[in-house]
């Protein structure tokens, strides 16, 4: 509801155009530097951008905040914990997922969500991402620690309102398609009841 999504703008005081946000624990496997470095590069043409990371925490914390004070300070966000994740995803214009290689993440449950939610995906193919994720037709996908793809992914959206309208409508569609609650159920009870 708009109430939710505003208690969570509210809380983290998100503002500013366009808010990118990535969901992942400060490891280096995540590729935050990546998008950390591509949102650098962001703010110069949209001075009035905000980063988002949420789950921000992690064995690898030092370093990410080493680079995140190279921002200007009021150009990022940190959040350690947010409940409500989907009021948190409907914050966000564009959501940067970019594990540095394919099997970092075992699943990768932020795709599903971010695309459910209707907000553009920038990644790279970890975990599941590679068994759906088609470049151009339900995301962005960029190269493994590469900051340049990832940061003309998030202005691919920006700029392309036609483009950004049938990757989310896609995208919305393909996880209701393959990750749809029943549909899952039978395919468990399939693979019980064949043993």
């Given at each position: 509801s708009s109430e939710?999504?505003?208690?969570?703008?509210?809380?983290y005081t998100i503002s500013g155009y366009p808010v990118i946000g990535?969901?992942?624990?400060y490891e280096s496997g995540k590729g935050i530097e990546y998008g950390i470095a591509a949102f650098q590069k962001l703010i110069v043409e949209y001075p009035c951008a905000r980063l988002?990371?949420?789950?921000?925490?992690?064995?690898?914390?030092t370093a990410i905040k080493s680079q995140l004070a190279t921002?200007?300070?009021?150009?990022?966000?940190?959040?350690?914990?947010?409940?409500?994740?989907?009021?948190?995803?409907?914050?966000?214009?564009?959501l940067l997922h970019t594990p540095v290689d394919v099997t970092y993440e075992a699943f990768g449950q932020v795709y599903i969500e971010a695309m459910a939610a209707a907000v553009p995906v920038v990644c790279t193919l970890s975990g599941i991402?590679?068994?759906?994720?088609?470049?151009?037709?339900?995301?962005?996908?960029?190269?493994?620690?590469?900051?340049?793809?990832?940061?003309?992914?998030?202005?691919?959206?920006?700029?392309?309102?036609?483009?950004?309208?049938?990757?989310v409508g896609q995208a919305k569609k393909?996880?209701?398609?393959?990750?749809?609650?029943?549909?899952?159920?039978s395919e468990l009870n399939k693979l019980y009841l064949s043993v």
């Open positions: 939710r999504i505003q208690r969570v703008k509210s809380t990535m969901v992942s624990r988002v990371i949420a789950n921000a925490f992690g064995s690898d914390a921002l200007p300070p009021d150009s990022f966000i940190e959040i350690i914990h947010e409940n409500d994740i989907a009021a948190l995803y409907k914050c966000l214009d564009v991402a590679g068994e759906y994720i088609t470049d151009g037709r339900n995301a962005v996908v960029a190269d493994y620690k590469n900051e340049e793809q990832i940061y003309e992914g998030i202005k691919k959206f920006l700029n392309d309102a036609s483009f950004k309208e049938n990757i393909d996880v209701s398609d393959i990750f749809d609650f029943s549909k899952i159920m």
